[in-house]
């Protein structure tokens, strides 16, 4: 009687898809636990990152490292001369330094639950993962944009009239900026493609550069822009640095800055997805 070897049942993949997901949870607690020291993270941004990180190793340790690669790069450009920064946009910017656990779903969501999608039979694998790597690529190319536009994009000027504003101003675009924003969508682009994760490098760049142009374009258009009587500046917090409470000065009032934040991703993602898809 020949012996047929039996495909792998359901019990053991689960099996296996558990042990996966308990490694990804303590490696995921202990990068989180390391940002949090370093002030990268804040409690509830540690939190959410650790769900994200878990999400990305249960897709693959390939989309775990993915994960990690634009957590760390991101988090230097993000620490590159702080001091500089934060002079340099007086008070304007939403937040600024830890990331909270709204600011880590808004970058790391759709990416998370995109990575999650690869796992589904009966999704496209070359459609989902291409979504996945724009999403992250998106995120990236939007802080990349931000944080080395600030430090040395000089006079940024908004669009759409071009006419120069503060350092850190929503929807206001550099040259320095925009080299970071394309930078930052390649990287992630080749770092996905080395990783095996997506044949589409080309699309995942395109895709992440669309992202963060959405970005900018609902940054300067929509997004809540407030002032602070106290001092006679626009920001975008809701408190400003003076202590005084601030007023709404345009936009519509739900597109903060971590809701431009996810549109960027969602738009990355979806770019991929349909580019990916035509392709
Ligand atoms: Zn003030």
């Not at 920064?85 to 304007?92: C, D, N, Q, V």
């Not at 944080?147 to 040259?175: C, D, I, K, Q, W």
């Not at 601030?246 to 519509?252: E, L």
Request: net charge neutral; proline share 3%; aromatic share 4%.
């Amino acid at each position: 009687m020949a012996v047929v070897p039996a495909p792998p049942t359901l019990d053991v993949l689960m099996t296996a898809l558990t042990a996966r997901a308990a490694a990804g949870l303590l490696v995921a607690i202990a990068i989180a636990l390391a940002a949090r020291r370093a002030g990268s993270l804040s409690g509830s941004g540690a939190l959410a990152a650790v769900v994200v990180g878990t999400a990305a190793v249960v897709a693959g340790w390939g989309w775990g490292a993915l994960l990690v690669l634009y957590f760390v790069t991101a988090s230097a450009v993000s620490h590159l001369g702080a001091a500089d920064k934060e002079r340099r946009m007086s008070g304007i910017v939403a937040k600024g330094g830890a990331r909270d656990v709204v600011q880590v779903l808004a970058n790391g969501g759709v990416f998370a639950l995109c990575a999650l999608g690869t796992r589904c039979e009966w999704v496209d694998q070359h459609v989902i993962a291409a979504a996945a790597a724009g999403a992250l690529a998106a995120a990236a190319a939007d802080t990349w944009a931000t944080e080395l536009g600030v430090l040395f994009g000089g006079t940024p000027r908004a669009v759409p009239g071009l006419h120069p504003v503060p350092p850190g101003t929503s929807g206001a675009v550099s040259m320095v900026g925009t080299a970071g924003m394309i930078a930052g969508a390649l990287g992630i682009a080749v770092a996905a493609r080395a990783l095996s994760l997506t044949e589409a490098m080309g699309v995942v760049a395109i895709a992440g550069c669309t992202g963060a142009v959405a970005d900018t374009l609902v940054g300067a258009v929509l997004q809540e822009r407030r002032w602070c009587d106290a001092c006679n500046l626009a920001t975008e917090r809701r408190i400003h640095d003076c202590g005084a409470p601030t007023r709404r000065a345009g936009g519509v009032t739900v597109l903060d800055n971590d809701a431009v934040n996810l549109l960027a991703t969602l738009v990355g993602g979806a770019t991929a997805l349909l580019l990916a898809f035509a392709l």
